[in-house]
């Protein structure tokens, strides 16, 4: 999600895609806001650009309490590559979806299905572009 902030491409158009229902660890609009003057540095928007994006991307993506995400925790821990990953995966087991993420290491386990942009650019085609 931080590629769409800073570029407009297949990313930022697959979050704008209604067909996908997303889902994120409360904490990851947090972390735009923290990373804010680096992604700023990164962007080819403009600072009011990159605000009406973040607003729109909090309109699209429903969060997490982390306190429902917690009680996967220790299961994730048995098979996360990497303790960044352990809340991202216990969402996805928790509501039981899949996740986005270009991180080829979570594809190692089996436990939550591994989707990449390019993945879901192939499943929710462009409508206009094809």
């Given at each position: 999600?931080?590629?769409?902030?800073i570029r407009k491409g297949e990313t930022s158009r697959l979050i704008?895609?209604?067909?996908?229902?997303?889902?994120?660890?409360?904490?990851i609009f947090e972390e735009f806001e923290k990373y804010r003057d680096l992604i700023l540095k990164k962007t080819h928007r403009s600072q009011m650009e990159f605000d009406e994006v973040l607003s729109i991307y909090t309109e699209r993506i429903e969060t997490i309490p982390m306190e429902e995400i917690i009680r996967e925790m220790e299961q994730v821990k048995e098979f996360s590559p990497d303790v960044k990953d352990d809340p991202y995966l216990a969402a996805a087991i928790l509501i039981g979806?899949?996740?986005w993420t270009n991180d080829s290491k979570l594809r190692d386990q089996d436990v939550v299905a591994i989707y990449s942009t390019s993945d879901l650019v192939h499943m929710f085609p462009d409508p206009v572009n094809g």
């Amino acid at each position: 999600m931080f590629s769409a902030l800073i570029r407009k491409g297949e990313t930022s158009r697959l979050i704008l895609n209604e067909r996908l229902h997303l889902y994120a660890p409360e904490f990851i609009f947090e972390e735009f806001e923290k990373y804010r003057d680096l992604i700023l540095k990164k962007t080819h928007r403009s600072q009011m650009e990159f605000d009406e994006v973040l607003s729109i991307y909090t309109e699209r993506i429903e969060t997490i309490p982390m306190e429902e995400i917690i009680r996967e925790m220790e299961q994730v821990k048995e098979f996360s590559p990497d303790v960044k990953d352990d809340p991202y995966l216990a969402a996805a087991i928790l509501i039981g979806a899949g996740l986005w993420t270009n991180d080829s290491k979570l594809r190692d386990q089996d436990v939550v299905a591994i989707y990449s942009t390019s993945d879901l650019v192939h499943m929710f085609p462009d409508p206009v572009n094809g």
